[in-house]
């Protein structure tokens, strides 16, 4: 009786790594960057198009280079250029891609342990949660780039991304 209690605990926790693995697989992350820096600079952003099969929200971002990580988005009040933290993260409709790109949405990687070197990579997870709020990691490496590779979203003509 206990071997077959021991399967069935094994096939449920295989079961349930697996759902969690499909759901991480919801989100297709395509274009993914980050900005480099120089010695001194404290944050820089990052920037992908995420397209989500089923609706949810990417709720957080973290890496093990950036004392702190956040979504945040950029936008035009008034004649000022604001930035805030999305404090319920960043909706994400089913089958619509959604463009993190400077001067928009994008991930901000802040007090940096270490310059972003150009031609690197870094770690980032990111934490998407479901219609159900059910929370999944998709762990993604970003090259290290001074401008978007071919096919991602470019810095805006009126000026560069500064923090």
């Known amino acids: 009786m206990t071997l077959i ?12 790594a697996f759902t969690s693995w499909a ?3 919801n989100v297709e992350v395509q274009n993914a960057w980050a900005r480099a820096t120089v010695q001194g600079q404290k944050a820089s952003g990052a920037f992908m198009t995420l397209t989500a099969q089923t609706p949810g929200r990417l709720v957080s971002v973290s890496s093990p280079v950036a004392g702190v990580a956040e979504v945040h988005e950029m936008k035009m009040e008034g004649d000022v250029m604001k930035m805030r933290a999305l404090a319920n993260g960043l909706e994400l409709p089913a089958g619509k891609p959604v463009e993190l790109k400077p001067g928009g949405y994008h991930v901000m990687l802040m007090d940096l342990k270490l310059p972003l070197q150009k ?3 870094i770690p980032v997870t990111l934490v998407f949660k479901d219609a159900k709020g059910v929370e999944t990691k998709k762990e993604i490496k970003l090259p290290v780039s001074q401008t978007a590779p071919a096919g991602a979203a470019a810095a805006p003509a009126h000026g ?3 923090h």
């Open 160 to 162: 560069a991304h500064k």
């Open 119 to 121: 031609d690197t990579t």
């Open 5 to 16: 209690r021991s399967i069935a605990t094994a096939v449920c926790v295989t079961g349930l």
């Open 23 to 25: 759901q991480a697989q």
